[in-house]
């Protein structure tokens, strides 16, 4: 028996033994139901709760109004458990949700071929006061995630210039346009020049959001631009 195989075994049962070890002190919690019967793929879900997530066609993704944007991939409709995991994420500082949530939108985005050519995902940015108080920056998250299956960089190319309130907040698509124009900006016309880009974020409703990030990008240079959110309406 030669030297490899066994450096093989060794290697494999020492790294058995450190996920019992890890499964030990660390025991697996479901993120949305709290069930303890081991981890689905992608972990932080059990199987049932990742069996029931409401995926959707990345073919026909929801309608989100004319706009700069060449496409989007909306993984997950906004309900139970996916809207759990959202809310987790983006409220409840939980970074974990982040991993079902990349792993769900990653099938999507292969599935529709859109991984193809990009140069770079980008986060839409929080304010940095938001980010404080959450404790966490939720499309950055998720973003890093989903760079790690794609394989494709992320890039902190825009800034958010000011707060706005909540989209599920504004009365009308005109209000949302308006409540968000100029509160987005790019923070190196260099580096976006000639690029196709995917912006990366928790959530689309109205798409008032994605469209101004993607109007600036453009505005800056960039080819072409592209949505990836995890759950959307519609």
């Known amino acids: 028996m030669g030297a490899e195989p066994v450096v093989h075994d060794v290697t494999r049962a020492l790294r058995e033994l450190a996920g019992a070890a890890l499964d030990l002190l660390y025991p697996f919690e479901c993120l949305v139901c709290g069930a303890c019967d081991g981890p689905a793929r992608p972990p932080a879900l059990c199987r049932a709760c ?3 997530l409401p995926r959707r066609d990345p073919r026909h993704p ?3 109004g004319a706009g700069p944007l060449a496409g989007r991939v909306v993984a997950l ?3 139970p458990p996916a809207s759990d995991l959202v809310y987790q994420l983006k409220y ?4 974990a949700a982040a991993l079902p949530l990349a792993a769900a939108l990653e099938a999507a985005v292969r599935a529709g071929g859109f991984e193809r050519e990009l140069d770079a995902l980008v986060p839409v940015p ?3 006061l938001k ?5 966490v920056d939720h499309a950055g998250a998720l973003a890093t995630e989903l760079a790690r299956g794609l394989r494709i960089p992320v890039r902190r190319l825009l800034s958010r210039r000011r707060p706005t309130v909540a989209q599920g907040q504004a009365r009308s698509p005109a209000e949302r346009a308006r409540q968000v124009r100029g509160a987005f900006a790019v923070r190196s016309p260099r580096r976006v020049q000639g690029r196709v880009l995917a912006l990366v974020d928790d959530v689309v409703t109205s798409g008032a959001t994605a469209q101004e990030c993607a109007r600036v990008l ?5 080819r072409r631009v592209v949505l990836f959110a995890a759950a959307g309406n519609g």
């Open 131 to 135: 980010a404080w108080l959450r404790g």
């Open 62 to 64: 929801p309608p989100i």
């Open 50 to 52: 990742d069996a029931a």
């Open 126 to 128: 929080v304010f940095w």
């Open 218 to 222: 453009l505005a800056a240079g960039a």
């Open 92 to 95: 409840g500082g939980a970074v």
């Open 77 to 79: 409709a906004l309900a």
